[in-house]
């Protein structure tokens, strides 16, 4: 199986950065798009960025300019960078990836979801 654990999350003020982490681990052949998603409560889950494996990325038009996709493919890891922190930014970031088993399967994953907060 395959696991994705985020880490990163927590509480700021307004202006300021965090950096996101996701890591994937398990029977990894070869992880093909990675994606970050956020939830705010009562609200349904958004995309919020999406890297593929040519190095494509896409950000939803309300973090443009502010937040980074990029991803470490020694580690199987993704990261989330993001400046210029909004109190509307707050939400539990997921990370997702679409990964290729060793034994051939191929499906997407989610992991956990980290809580960022950020004050006004």
């Known amino acids: 199986q395959v696991q994705l654990v985020e880490s990163g999350g927590g509480l700021v003020q307004a202006g300021e950065s965090l950096r996101l982490s996701c890591a994937a681990s398990g029977s990894i052949f070869r992880i093909n798009d990675m994606r970050w998603y956020r939830q705010a409560p009562g609200k349904q889950r958004d995309l919020v960025a999406m890297?593929?494996?040519?190095?494509?990325?896409d950000y939803a038009d309300s973090v443009k300019g502010r937040f980074t996709i990029s991803r470490d493919n020694a580690k199987n890891t993704v990261y989330l960078q993001m400046s210029s922190l909004k109190p509307e930014d707050t939400a539990v970031y997921l990370c997702?990836?679409?990964?290729?088993?060793?034994?051939?399967?191929?499906?997407?994953?989610w992991g956990q979801g980290t809580q960022v907060t950020v004050s006004s």
């Open positions: 997702y990836a679409t990964v290729t088993r060793t034994d051939g399967g191929t499906r997407f994953y």
């Open positions: 890297l593929n494996n040519a190095g494509s990325t």
